[in-house]
Each structure stands twice: as structure tokens, then as C-alpha cells.
């Protein structure tokens, strides 16, 4: 079982930044891939960005390459997304997710955390 704490969410002016942390357990953290996935109001979750075990390899939705950052720190059991140059559309409850490898499909992820909200006014 991996429990996943998201927070860093928050209240935030068109282009400037935030930065979500994902803190994990038990110590198993190394041995599964991690995705940021986002689901604004009334609308489906969606991938946002993944990072494999290692974090040799990234994953990203056009939407946020070149604005976003998916990093993680093994020897902290937490992943972390920095967001950049945000705008009103990336406004939406993010969630953390764990899989045992690296995808951007959400069935393909087996822990999810409660979700972080992420607002970003005009």
C-alpha cells in the first residue's frame, strides 16, 4: 500500500509560479513510476506529467512543456511538479498518482493522493 500527500496548491496571478510536492510512504517510493495527472471543475482527470523510477525519463502534456518541471527525490519518497508561467486554464485540483511504470494513461496508476487545488486568476 502507498499512501501520497500532495500540497503546494494554492492562489496564484497569471504568470507567476507554484510548486506541488508529493510526499509518499512507505520507503517504497523508489520502485514506482509517478504522474501528476488534474481535473478542472466539471471536466475529466488528465495526465499532466510522469517520471520514471529513476527519473531518467519525463513525460509531459503539450499543454505544459516548456512551463512545467516534473522532478523527484528518491532519498526524500517525494516527487514534485514546478509549475511556471501559469495560466487561468491550468486552474484545477492536481493529484499525484503512483504506477509500477511509467505512463500517461490514469488506469495505469494503482495509488492516488487526495489532490491538491491549484488556482490561477486572470
Known amino acids: 500500500q502507498v499512501q501520497l500527500v500532495e500540497s503546494g496548491g494554492g492562489l496564484v496571478q497569471a504568470g507567476g509560479s507554484l510548486r506541488l510536492s508529493c510526499a509518499a510512504s512507505p520507503r517504497t517510493f523508489s520502485a514506482y513510476a509517478m504522474g501528476w495527472f488534474r481535473q478542472a471543475p466539471g471536466k475529466e482527470r488528465k495526465f499532466v506529467a510522469s517520471?520514471?523510477?529513476?527519473?531518467?525519463?519525463?513525460y509531459y502534456v503539450d499543454s505544459v512543456k516548456g512551463r512545467f518541471t516534473i522532478s523527484r527525490d528518491n532519498a526524500k519518497n517525494t516527487v514534485y511538479l514546478q509549475m511556471n508561467s501559469l495560466k487561468p486554464e491550468d486552474t484545477a485540483v492536481y493529484f499525484c498518482?503512483?504506477?509500477?511504470?511509467?505512463?500517461?494513461?490514469?488506469?495505469?496508476?494503482?495509488?492516488w493522493g487526495q489532490g491538491t487545488q491549484v488556482t490561477v486568476s486572470s
Open positions: 517520471i520514471s523510477q529513476t527519473g531518467s525519463i519525463e
Open positions: 498518482a503512483a504506477a509500477s511504470t511509467i505512463s500517461v494513461r490514469d488506469n495505469d496508476y494503482d495509488y
